[in-house]
């Protein structure tokens, strides 16, 4: 068991820097369970992105969710020869981590699999509700809800707004990597309503149009899902609403500069530098990052 936690947070350390920060502020118990959640949901992650003909990526995705069945079954031990299985098997022991999520998270990268492009934000936003919304619901499972903490039964709903809040700036900072490998995702309606192309030709020169009303839009959104899905934390305890604040806190501020140059996302990805992650890790700790986001968001 020990071995299988080593591997699943290895792979979240090496494969996850924003993950990682947040990650560090939970008990070791909490901070194993939540690696073996990302170590699965990487694999799946993985096989959507991989150079793999698409009849092989929906067999090894159909794998994937054979994986969840036999953890839901109870069938996984410590003796199964896949680390992943049994990190993930003894996570969902010791904590109310809702599986479904993780079909959800597959039924998410089918769509990628199968190029699915997206008419309106209605439409986006069942695709992040698979890919980000329900690992929101996934961690929220291990965090657990604060004893008496008020509006406990919006939790999962809450989290899962937080999750659309991040999936939305990925795809913000990740719009010329996506559409290098021909992949859109803004709807298509937001790309007409400013002139940009519906499809890959949005990363070239000529086809800027109002790229900067676009992104300045997109950016509204996702900062509309931040203030609801920030209305978790009060109901966490300080660690794991730490840990939340921390990870939400990194994206925040990501999006924060791709609003003061949003062409910057056609030069390159946009990133913190790790001594900003840091900061915005130990202001999570300290409770500042929550108190910087509550401040930004409007009154009742």
Known sequence: MVAAYHYC???????????????????????RALSALYAFARRVDDIGDGGLPPEVKKARLTEARALVERVRDG??????????????????????????????????????????????????????????????????GVFGVRPGAPDADRAPSFANTLGLALQLTNILRDIREDAEGGR???????????????????????????????????????????????????????????CVSAMAGIYHR???????????????????PGTQKALVAVRGLTGIEARRAAARRPGP
């Open 184 to 242: 859109v995702y803004l709807p298509a309606e937001d790309l007409r309503k400013f002139g940009c192309p519906e499809n890959t030709g949005i990363v070239t020169p000529g086809a800027l149009a109002d790229f900067d009303g676009l992104v300045r839009f997109e950016e509204r959104r996702a900062r509309e899902l931040f203030d609801e899905g920030l209305r978790l934390l009060p109901l966490l305890d300080r660690r794991s609403g730490a």
């Open 254 to 272: 990501l999006l924060d500069r791709i609003a003061a140059d949003p062409v910057a996302v056609l030069r390159g990805r946009v990133s913190l």
């Open 75 to 140: 069938a996984v031990d410590e003796d199964d020869t896949d680390p992943v299985a049994v990190a993930l098997a003894d996570a969902v022991h010791r904590y109310p981590i809702p599986l479904e999520g993780l079909d959800e998270l597959i039924d998410g990268v089918l769509m990628d699999v199968a190029g699915r492009t997206y008419e309106t934000w209605d439409e986006l936003r069942d695709y992040c509700r698979c890919v980000a919304g329900a690992i929101g619901r996934l961690t929220l």
């Open 9 to 31: 947070v290895v792979v979240a350390d090496q494969h996850a820097k924003n993950f990682s920060y947040g990650a560090r502020l939970v008990p070791p118990a909490k901070r």
